[in-house]
């Protein structure tokens, strides 16, 4: 399987779920510039619904990310069709995929709506369970959360593409070799993978893993395809009020009071819409 693959088939749960349905338009579109100095609230761009569905993607990619409101104006957006934005999910551009994949979270909120389903709260900020005598891998750099292995006494691997954040110390490895990974028995992964297209050749890395979780905001969308991969654990955002939301985030303020963060379990997933990739 291929991040393609993956990508495809999600488009394609996303069209057989609302075939028939009539979705609402696309009401509100937040697009920014990524920022070449990352610090301060991570950014997030936003597409949210006539009814106050929403779903968003990181913003925080770099170089491929560059230049995206011109390409992607509010105005223009804005009282577009969702479906036709969620299939840019299968362009080859980071930047077609942020908005198409931010459209199907947005879809996919908008399921769970018509569902009168509505996502576990997330109970802690990793998803896994970590014992003693773990090793646990990071897909990214989430930095307030590999202090918080750390300070367990626990050895943390940290997979990062950038080269200043790249060092080794004790009880701490981070590197841009994926191999890695293999030594890893609980693995927490970025949802921007869905973005970059590295998925499926970042999986493939954690042969070990008796647990994976992939977090992050992104990751709004329909979870069947990432449980047939065999990723335990999918922790996204649930808008509650997407117009505050878009407003904090054009201030540069926390957004995090206006969406509810979930976890998503094979065992405890049942919003109606059973899909067989």
Known sequence: MSSADFRRSLIAQVEQ????????????????????????E?????????????????????????????????????????????????????????????????ITAWWWRQQRYVPPLAQDSFGVTLRAGDRVGFIGHFAPLIERVRAQGLPVVVIERKAQLLRAEDGLVVTDQPAALRECSVVIA?????????????????????????????????????????????????????????????AGQRWQAHAQRFHLRPEDYAPGNAYSP
């Open 17 to 40: 779920t609302v075939q028939g349905l009539s979705l609402p338009a696309v009401t509100l579109a937040y697009v920014p510039e990524p920022r070449r100095e990352q610090t301060g």
């Open 42 to 106: 991570v950014e997030f761009g936003v597409i949210g619904l006539a009814d106050g569905s929403a779903g968003l993607y990181y913003a925080w990619l770099g170089e491929t990310q560059r230049g995206m409101p011109a390409r992607f104006s509010a105005a223009q957006l804005e009282g577009s069709a969702v479906l036709s934005l969620a299939r840019g999910y299968a362009a080859d551009s980071d930047a077609e995929r942020s908005i198409g994949l931010a459209a199907i979270n947005a």
């Open 190 to 250: 970025t949802a921007a993978m869905c973005l970059n297209d590295s998925l499926d050749e970042m999986l493939g890395w954690c042969p070990q893993a008796r647990e994976i979780s992939l977090i992050g905001p992104t990751a709004g969308f329909f979870p069947d395809l990432l449980f047939a991969r065999g990723i335990s654990c999918v922790g996204g955002v649930y808008v509650t009020d997407v117009q505050a939301m878009v407003a904090a985030m054009k």
